[in-house]
Antibody, heavy 119, light 106 residues
Framework: QVQLQESGPGLVKPSETLSLTCSVS????????WNWIRQPAGKGLEWIGR???????DYNPSLKSRVTMSIDTSKNQFYLKLRSVTAADTAVYYC?????????????WGQGTLVTVSS | IQMTQSPSSLSASVGDRVTITCRAT??????LNWYQQKPGKAPKLLIY???ILQSGVPSRFSGSGSGTDFTLIINSLQPEDSATYFC?????????FGQGTKVEIK
């Protein structure tokens, strides 16, 4: 069964870089399409970006200037970096799998990790 | 593409039929998905392609619609259905979600 697990610092200082890892089991990151999604407390969901192991990457234009996603097939992990964070980036961050590049719906999710931006 | 759900919240009794609507600012054909989220948990995929039930999801959940207007129906509401429900369009990236509908049990 497919499982995803986010990990990374729970507290990041303003202007610094948020770095998260998603570890995947039960599936290979060399196949399928891997996404990051976030959710500020009590609010809705915001899609951050997607990637495929072939190198295809696509970011939400609202975050594109600050986001980098990458993948390590040898570790079966993928990663998120968000630069120059502010309090507005405080949220629960989820990694999620999609079966398709287009028509992407998310059938497996990590449990989420809370990242707080504060000095 | 902006997604708008209504109502934002509702309260219903066990056994009731509950209807949640989702409207898009552009036609989606049937590229519309529904998720259920319980407090402190990740969203769970319920329906994709507007009307296709994800494996393992109870048949009391159903979806319909095309174009810009979509509906999620919960037939015979159960206590475990207390949650927030989100729609998500998968027609055009960036993928976007509705703001959510919170369903409470009376």
């Amino acid at each position: 069964q497919v499982q995803l697990q986010e990990s990374g610092p729970g507290l990041v200082k303003p202007s610094e870089t948020l770095s998260l890892t998603c570890s995947v089991s039960g599936d290979s990151v060399s196949s399928d399409f891997w996404n990051w999604i976030r959710q500020p407390a009590g609010k809705g969901l915001e899609w951050i970006g997607r990637m495929y192991a072939s190198g295809s990457i696509d970011y939400n234009p609202s975050l594109k200037s600050r986001v980098t996603m990458s993948i390590d097939t040898s570790k079966n992990q993928f990663y998120l970096k968000l630069r120059s964070v502010t309090a507005a980036d405080t949220a629960v961050y989820y990694c999620a799998r999609a079966d398709n590049w287009n028509d992407a719906f998310f059938d497996y999710w990590g449990q989420g990790t809370l990242v707080t931006v504060s000095s | 593409i902006q997604m708008t759900q209504s109502p934002s919240s509702l309260s219903a009794s066990v056994g009731d039929r509950v209807t949640i609507t989702c409207r898009a600012t552009e036609p989606l054909i049937t590229y519309l998905n529904w998720y259920q989220q319980k407090p402190g948990k990740a969203p769970k995929l319920l329906i994709y392609g507007a009307s296709i039930l994800q494996s393992g999801v109870p048949s009391r959940f159903s979806g319909s619609g095309s174009g810009t207007d979509f509906t999620l129906i919960i037939n015979s509401l159960q206590p475990e259905d207390s949650a927030t429900y989100f729609c998500q369009q998968s027609y055009s990236a960036p993928w976007t979600f509705g703001q959510g509908t919170k369903v409470e049990i009376k």
